[in-house]
């Protein structure tokens, strides 16, 4: 028997039945409330769509135009007897290219964030134009210098013309995360298994050998030895230590990377003040919801979700997520300074920072409100980092954008041009990037379309869809929830409108399948035997987190949780 709910008079019932239940109290993010309700101008964009398009774009070799094609092969063979797609990081970069540098300067952050991007949108990209791009990414292993976990670059000799190696933490451990990211959707790719086991140990013995004490500006993985350098102190890099940890030990079951994914995220909790340097935070505070979830542990949430939020940070002064509208552009949601020019965004920092705070939601459902204010408002903002959707009032080389193709943005918007001498007119938000400072005087004003940045669209295009009412957005919270046990397609739905609205929900767990539609947030059933689009209503700036269950599976609550088959639906149930 079909379920269906269509009557105005049912909706209304399912809505008040659902209401008559207790819920799932919501908890404020400070800085969210902070944000617009239902931001404005509003225009959602087709964020996979993009990110298929940036593929299609980027990875051709035979590109037409000045400054094309962005990628080519770099035969240098480092660390692996291989080729390397090379991955321009912004667009006309002087320092990259086959004819620079001997073809070997190019970025982890670029060609990881594509790799892993193409595949969140549904892209196989170990066999795609006959190259095998997931395999190519062994040559960012570095093996070579006795490191042996993935770094930006693949050799030192290009260290540093970009970041890591002894410079910055983060950059030697995001290409980490990002490695885990794409071992778990590429389990059998050859040498991924080793490399993986590699990095796991490296990253276990340093968080032994650092002992509760990460305040450093970063750490030799050759020489297994915390430095400290001109660098301030990076001590959320335990946040990554903490996220490759914890993958590793779902992956391979040894306990000792657990007790090490522990031990670091009790080193980040510890810290007195914000430890917020890049993108490393948002992940401390997915992983403390998620192993509170999984494992009992009672780490704070709350207070990691604030220090990624409120621009509180000492070291990277100022560093979180952006609140305002300027000039009438709402611009909450996006990441970067708070405080640099009078705030400077970022669209990779965004992007990357909906991979953790997402997913976070299926652990601890009564952050769905909050996550989701912020992500309408991210995901409204992020469009203007791209030339054209940004006003040409507002950008410093419109008239330079056809180069961009469409899928290549801006690195930034900041509330005035942070060029000490140019675009000085500009009215905020400023469309702009940093590229012509890395090599001033040689690199040309292009670069300030990132082509890094570009590169992780997918993360949005894997999670992000809007429903039939504007604004109302579909989010996939299993759709960067890496290395999670077995789950049902789990989403949710933020309604920022002062009303009651009604949205037609499919089940997703495959054609001719029945499903029955549990909501995290009321904990109840709320359909049973669905096996056509179904009529949900979402709650007055409200939500409401769905998850797709096999019908008629039976369910048991133990320890704490509701089980269905064997599957926990919910963590924290109450009956």
């Known amino acids: 028997m079909k379920f269906k709910l269509f009557a105005p008079f049912t909706l209304l019932l399912l809505f008040i039945v659902t209401l008559s239940f207790a819920q799932v109290k919501q908890v404020d993010i400070n800085?969210?409330?902070?944000?617009?309700?239902?931001?404005?101008?509003?225009?959602?964009?087709?964020?996979?769509?993009?990110?298929l398009n940036f593929d299609r774009t980027v990875y051709d070799f035979n590109a037409k135009g000045r400054y094309w094609p962005m990628v080519w092969i770099d035969s240098t063979g480092k660390n692996f007897n291989q080729p390397v797609v090379g991955m321009y990081t912004a667009i006309g970069?002087?320092?990259?290219?086959?004819?620079?540098?001997?073809?070997?300067?190019?970025?982890?952050?670029?060609?990881?964030?594509?790799?892993?991007?193409?595949?969140?949108?549904?892209?196989?990209?170990?066999?795609?134009?006959?190259?095998?791009?997931?395999?190519?990414?062994?040559?960012?292993?570095?093996?070579?210098?006795?490191?042996?976990?993935?770094?930006n670059n693949t050799a030192p000799e290009v260290a540093l013309l970009g970041g890591g190696y002894g410079r910055d933490w983060w950059y030697d451990v995001y290409p980490n995360v990002l490695f885990y990211a794409i071992y778990?959707?590429?389990?059998?790719?050859?040498?991924?298994?080793?490399?993986?086991?590699?990095?796991?140990?490296?990253?276990?013995?340093?968080?032994?050998?650092?002992?509760?004490?990460?305040?450093?500006?970063?750490?030799d993985y050759g020489k297994m030895k915390p430095m400290t350098n001109q660098i301030c102190a990076q001590p959320d890099a335990a946040a990554g230590h903490a996220y490759v940890l914890y993958a590793a030990y779902k992956k391979f079951g040894d306990p000792r990377y657990l007790k090490g994914a522990i031990n670091a995220m009790k080193a980040l909790e510890s810290q007195p003040v914000n430890p917020t340097y890049e993108l490393l935070m948002p992940f401390g505070a997915y992983l403390a919801a998620r192993m509170n979830a999984e494992q009992g542990t009672t780490f704070d949430t709350a207070k990691m979700l604030d220090w990624t939020f409120d621009g509180t940070a000492i070291c990277r002064e100022g560093w979180?997520?952006?609140?305002?509208?300027?000039?009438?552009?709402?611009?909450?949601?996006?990441?970067?300074?708070?405080?640099?020019?009078?705030g400077y965004a970022f669209l990779m920092n965004t992007f990357d920072a909906a991979w953790p705070l997402v997913p976070m939601v299926k652990y601890q459902p009564q952050y769905a409100n909050a996550i989701g204010k912020w992500m309408l408002n991210a995901v409204n903002a992020s469009r203007l980092f791209y030339p054209q959707y940004m006003p040409a009032a507002h950008q410093t080389i419109p008239e330079l954008a056809e180069v961009t193709k469409g899928v290549i943005a801006y690195e930034g918007f900041a509330k005035a041009s942070t060029f000490d001498t140019l675009y000085q007119s500009l009215k905020a938000p400023v469309a702009q990037g940093d590229g012509p400072k890395w090599v001033p005087g040689k690199n040309p004003e292009v670069s300030q379309f990132s082509v890094y940045g570009s590169a992780h669209v997918g993360i949005f295009g894997g999670m992000v869809k809007e429903t039939e009412v504007k604004g109302l957005l579909r989010l996939d919270l299993r759709a960067t929830d890496f290395y999670a046990q077995n789950a049902y397609p789990t989403y949710l739905f933020y309604n920022p409108y002062p009303?009651?609205?009604?949205?037609?929900?499919?089940?997703?767990?495959?054609?001719?399948?029945?499903?029955?539609?549990?909501?995290?947030?009321?904990?109840?059933?709320?359909?049973?035997?669905?096996?056509?689009?179904?009529?949900?209503?979402?709650?007055?700036?409200?939500s409401v987190v769905l998850v797709c269950v096999p019908a008629g599976a039976k369910t048991v609550v133990k320890n704490g949780q509701l089980h269905a088959a064997g599957v926990v639906v919910d963590y924290h149930y109450k009956k």
Do not use: C
């Not at 060609?111 to 990414?137: F, H, I, P, W």
């Open 184 to 219: 778990d959707k590429y389990p059998a790719e050859p040498g991924f298994e080793q490399m993986a086991r590699s990095i796991a140990e490296k990253f276990f013995k340093a968080d032994s050998i650092l002992n509760g004490n990460y305040h450093y500006s970063y750490f």
């Open 31 to 51: 800085r969210v409330n902070d944000m617009a309700g239902l931001p404005q101008p509003l225009q959602i964009i087709d964020w996979k769509a993009m990110a």
């Open 320 to 342: 979180g997520f952006l609140v305002g509208k300027w000039n009438g552009f709402d611009i909450s949601g996006t990441v970067g300074s708070t405080v640099d020019h009078g």
């Open 93 to 151: 970069d002087v320092r990259q290219g086959l004819q620079h540098n001997k073809g070997m300067f190019h970025e982890a952050l670029a060609n990881m964030g594509a790799v892993l991007g193409a595949t969140l949108v549904g892209l196989d990209k170990s066999r795609q134009q006959g190259r095998n791009y997931v395999g190519m990414l062994k040559n960012y292993f570095n093996k070579d210098t006795g490191w042996d976990i993935m770094m």
């Open 499 to 542: 009303t009651v609205k009604a949205i037609g929900f499919s089940s997703t767990l495959g054609k001719g399948k029945k499903t029955d539609v549990y909501d995290l947030v009321s904990q109840r059933f709320i359909a049973r035997n669905v096996s056509a689009t179904t009529k949900v209503a979402v709650p007055a700036s409200g």
